[in-house]
């Protein structure tokens, strides 16, 4: 997730970084297949992902998340439009096609209303962009996403391990009741208690959900948003990270 290879803004655990630049770099230094870009409400307006004629974005940009949408006007037709119109022309310019949406916290879809207005916005732009993957990372239960997500054929799932975890959901039965809809993997270890911990300190069970996600045949893209450690040591860090998942998913 951009950001984690670099000091934290303001001692925010995610937020866009400045120096994105130098982290394209890391990416590539280190061997890193991607990024996921952010957008937040403090970085929207300035944000390089609007600048057209910026080479260095693509190819590592795997998807776009609009962190920005997490605010309870989601369902405000201005401003669901105006924070989210300009992301998906932006996506099309750098041939991104993923973008998540988090539909969590403030924008939570857990209300049945709140969730009916979400749908219809939602499947207004994905009828002016049916070359995008609009991908929910949400916190809600199965019967309650597969709502949205029936309702276009460009909607789908980031799942995110930490945030299944702690919303109580069971990881292997989540996994399969939307198998055709995964499209994006964040990992994240968290508590059942919703804290998020040093990979393999939490009650996420990796070697579960990589087992059923080899199971269900997923091959797509494996994002890390772990917890920070000591501020300087973030690509230590990350790197650490990534060994020890590989360990996990390597596992006979």
């Given at each position: 997730m951009q950001g984690r290879l670099l000091p934290p803004v303001n001692n925010h655990i995610q937020e866009f970084p400045s120096e994105w630049e130098q982290e394209i770099d890391l990416i590539q230094e280190h061997g890193l297949a991607h990024v996921e870009w952010l957008i937040t409400k403090k970085s929207f307006a300035h944000n390089p992902i609007f600048k057209e004629n910026d080479s260095k974005l693509h190819p590592f940009v795997s998807s776009i998340c609009v962190d920005n949408l997490?605010?309870?006007?989601?369902?405000?037709?201005?401003?669901?439009?105006?924070?989210?119109?300009?992301?998906?022309?932006?996506?099309?310019?750098?041939?991104?096609?993923?973008?998540?949406?988090?539909?969590?916290?403030?924008?939570?879809?857990?209300?049945?209303?709140?969730?009916?207005?979400?749908?219809?916005?939602?499947?207004?732009?994905?009828?002016?962009?049916?070359?995008?993957?609009?991908?929910?990372?949400?916190?809600?239960?199965?019967?309650?996403?597969?709502?949205?997500?029936?309702?276009?054929?460009?909607?789908?799932?980031?799942?995110?391990?930490?945030?299944?975890?702690?919303?109580?959901?069971?990881?292997?039965?989540?996994?399969?009741?939307?198998?055709?809809?995964?499209?994006?993997?964040?990992?994240?270890?968290?508590?059942?208690?919703?804290?998020?911990?040093?990979?393999?300190?939490?009650?996420?069970d990796f070697k579960l959900i990589f087992h059923t996600l080899k199971e269900i045949g997923y091959n797509g893209p494996y994002t890390i948003q772990t917890a920070r450690s000591h501020t300087g040591d973030e690509v230590e860090t990350i790197l650490r990270h990534k060994k020890l998942f590989q360990e996990i998913y390597n596992e006979k």
């Open positions: 997490v605010d309870e006007r989601i369902v405000d037709r201005n401003y669901f439009f105006s924070n989210l119109m300009p992301v998906c022309q932006a996506a099309r310019i750098h041939g991104i096609k993923k973008i998540t949406v988090p539909i969590l916290e403030e924008s939570s879809m857990e209300n049945d209303g709140v969730r009916k207005k979400f749908s219809e916005l939602m499947s207004e732009i994905s009828k002016q962009y049916p070359d995008l993957e609009f991908c929910f990372e949400a916190e809600l239960d199965c019967d309650s996403l597969l709502e949205i997500l029936k309702k276009s054929p460009n909607f789908y799932v980031t799942y995110d391990t930490g945030n299944i975890t702690s919303y109580g959901e069971d990881h292997e039965v989540y996994i399969h009741r939307l198998s055709k809809f995964i499209k994006n993997v964040h990992l994240k270890d968290r508590t059942y208690g919703a804290t998020t911990v040093e990979p393999g300190t939490g009650n996420t």
